[in-house]
T-cell receptor
């Protein structure tokens, strides 16, 4: 199993650009989520999904969209990048919330 | 709003010292509690978790945590730290915050540095 994979590992955007961060897992996990990690603020939940076709907002959803058309994939879309979205983004998955979350390696995003 | 608070942002200890990291949450419903660790340059890994039963739970690498429901706390402890415990530690709480489905919310993290 590859576990949780994320692409790209690094990305630099200009303000106003849009992009999609990819996340995939091959463990048949139902629960997937996106977090951003900022110094002194820990991990903050952006969006999450409890299964294909079902998503919900987390703590900091503004400026981000998600969809879950398959169990494996959970892309995160930045609609119009802003410097405040400079962060490290982690995707995580688990069979359910009762189980350990498996984290991807992260995407370091810089918005100029 | 529901939240998870970790009061110590940075902790510096010498090897063999005892460790206690605080975690408090503000949510009155049923919760499940977790501690994760992030070693430098690595992914987050699960240290331990509490769902029900004995409020004192033991995890990997000699860590343990105690759930005190009346204090809304889930503090992490280790009797004797090692240099290899240098990492960032995150408390996480699962609950039906703000309606919707169950969510897993993390605290801000505590950065631990252990000196030989």
């Amino acid at each position: 199993n590859a576990g949780v994979t994320q692409t790209p590992k690094f990305q630099v955007l200009k303000t106003g650009q849009s992009m999609t961060l990819q996340c995939a897992q091959d463990m048949n996990h139902e629960y997937m989520s996106w977090y951003r990690q900022d110094p002194g603020m820990g991990l903050r939940l952006i969006h999450y999904s409890v299964g294909a076709g079902i998503t919900d907002q987390g703590e900091v959803p503004n400026g981000y969209n998600v969809s879950r058309s398959t169990t494996e994939d959970f892309p995160l879309r930045l609609l119009s990048a802003a410097p405040s979205q400079t962060s490290v983004y982690f995707c995580a998955s688990s069979y359910s919330l009762d189980n350990e979350q498996f984290f991807g390696p992260g995407t370091r995003l810089t918005v100029l | 709003a529901q939240s998870v608070s970790q009061h110590n942002h940075h902790v510096i200890l010498s090897e063999a010292a005892s460790l206690e990291l605080g975690c408090n949450y503000s949510y009155g419903g049923t919760v499940n509690l977790f501690w994760y660790v992030q070693y430098p340059g690595q992914h987050l890994q699960l240290l331990l978790k509490y769902f029900s039963g004995d409020p004192l739970v033991k995890g990997i690498k000699g860590f343990e945590a105690e759930f005190i429901k009346s204090k809304f706390s889930f503090n992490l402890r280790k009797p004797s730290v090692q240099w290899s415990d240098t990492a960032e530690y995150f408390c996480a709480v699962r609950g039906e915050f703000s309606g919707g489905y169950n969510k897993l919310i993390f605290g801000a993290g505590t950065r631990l540095a252990v000196h030989p």
